[in-house]
């Protein structure tokens, strides 16, 4: 069993109906991917993105506002409802990203806090997007007391202290097709030192499709890639891999082993 940890199913281009995306799950069941988290972005897009994935149970749900999509708006009091839906196992993405949206700092800042303190609040762990901004991240992680909930921070690309000073923290870190690139090189010296019990895979589908997919959009199947790379990568076998990030993945997100029965 394999589990894609991030994806943006209502974003697929190859899946604009149910009947496609039904097609693009059961392509990756064939590859021995069983569960997904499907992963909100903006808030007004929640409604919508639970439609497109209604009915389909290997799928599980987060809501969050994207550090990227922050000037769209966060209002928390609504958000909270939405928050403690039973398939909704986490909250995110949130975040700091001054890569790509220097000039909304304050507002990500107040908004990845608000986030926090709901994840707290309700109970539910975090998954972080997290670019150019260490300093920030973990200052915000620890004063808003995400260890009580702990998460992941997805599609990893900082180095080792960041990592290690997340997993301190009680995160997880998550590997995307980055991992695969030809430049990714420091990065992969990162993903070997990080302990077998913290570590998840993901796609972050539609973007980022690993090698050998480059220049195609990305789907969930993909994940089986990343996961056969960076098994290699560890010097690992396949089987051990897909089944500690399985493992992983419902120890950080035991609401998802819940709804499965697995709990
Ligand atoms: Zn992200
Ligand atoms: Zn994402």
């Not at 697929?12 to 693009?24: G, T, V």
């Not at 200052?139 to 990893?156: E, M, P, S």
């Not at 000073?165 to 030809?182: N, Q």
């Not at 195609?216 to 056969?228: I, T």
Request: proline content about 4%; charged content about 25%; overall charge negative.
């Amino acid at each position: 069993m394999l589990i894609d940890s991030h994806c943006h199913l209502d974003r697929l281009k190859a899946a604009p109906d149910r009947a496609s995306l039904a097609l693009l799950l059961d392509a990756a069941k064939q590859r021995g991917v069983d569960y997904f988290l499907c992963v909100n972005v903006r808030q007004q897009g929640f409604e919508q993105m639970c439609q497109q994935v209604e009915g389909f149970d290997n799928v599980f749900l987060s809501c969050g506002v994207h550090p990227l999509d922050v000037k769209d708006g966060l209002d928390i009091h609504t958000m909270r409802p939405n928050a403690l839906l039973p398939r909704v196992v986490a909250i995110g993405e949130t975040g700091l990203d001054y890569f790509y949206a220097d000039e909304t700092k304050l507002l990500q800042q107040q908004c990845f806090e608000q986030q926090v303190a709901l994840a707290v609040d309700v109970n539910k762990p975090l998954i972080v997007h997290t670019r150019d901004a260490r300093q920030d991240t973990l200052a915000i992680l620890r004063q808003g007391h995400a260890d009580k909930v702990g998460g992941v921070l997805h599609c990893f690309t900082e180095d080792w202290e960041m990592a290690k000073a997340a997993i301190d923290l009680g995160f997880y870190i998550s590997v995307s097709g980055i991992v695969t690139f030809k430049n990714g090189g420091d990065l992969r010296t990162v993903i070997r030192k990080v302990p077998k019990d913290r570590l998840l895979v993901e796609t972050d589908s539609p973007y980022l499709a690993p090698v050998p997919h480059r220049g195609q959009e990305n789907q969930p199947a993909f994940v089986r890639d990343v996961a056969e790379f960076v098994a290699e990568l560890r010097g690992e076998a396949y089987e051990e891999l897909a089944a500690n990030t399985s493992a992983n993945f419902f120890k950080l997100f035991p609401q998802a082993a819940e709804l499965i029965g697995k709990n």
